[in-house]
């Protein structure tokens, strides 16, 4: 089971990091999380996958986080790191990615998490669902909401390019 876990470290990083945005909070997510994980590791089920008991304890780090903390802002917690200007001209994907990254983080936390969940992390509704603590209508209005508003603002991204180009 330990084994186990310390496969799926790669999955809990990239998590932590698309919801925290500060690479060493996220850092400090994962480490929160796996030291709780092993410290209960005898009250795991073997029949659910570590992956989904992983994000479950994340989320709940956050949840815990967040109610300790009450009255900051959520974004407050969650400095602005990308920055899609400093990619490197020439490099269309690496643009690409960056923006779409940034958008990701524009967007509330919980339908960022909703969304990497499934998007990203390649979660079935129904373990993200578990993950998060919320019900399969939920999970899907969130995702239905994350990519509107990804949408949305990847629009007005390309609008602004296209206004500056013009210029």
């Known amino acids: 089971m330990r084994r186990a876990i310390a496969e799926e470290i790669p999955w809990l990083r990239r998590h ?17 999380c796996l030291e709780r994980a092993l410290s209960r590791i005898e009250c795991w089920k ?13 989320h709940k780090l956050i949840i815990d986080h967040l109610l300790r903390i009450r ?5 407050a917690l969650m400095p602005e790191t990308i920055d899609a200007a400093a990619a490197p001209a020439g490099q269309p994907e690496e643009i690409a990615s960056a923006e ?25 509704y129904a373990d993200a669902a578990h993950v998060l603590g919320i019900t399969l209508d939920t999970l899907a209005s969130r995702i239905a909401g994350g990519r509107e508003d990804l949408r ?5 991204v390309s609008h602004r390019k ?3 180009s013009k210029e």
Do not use: C, K, N, Y
């Open 100 to 124: 779409v990254l940034a958008a990701l983080q524009q967007i509330v936390p919980e339908r960022r998490a909703a969304l990497t969940l499934v998007a990203v992390e390649d979660l079935s």
């Open 46 to 58: 073997s029949d659910d996958p570590p992956r989904r008991q992983l994000f479950t304890i994340m």
């Open 162 to 164: 296209m206004t500056v």
């Open 71 to 75: 009255g900051v802002h959520t974004e």
């Open 152 to 156: 949305s603002i990847l629009d007005d």
């Open 16 to 32: 932590a990091r698309s919801l925290m945005r500060d690479p060493e909070a996220a850092d400090d997510l994962v480490q929160d």
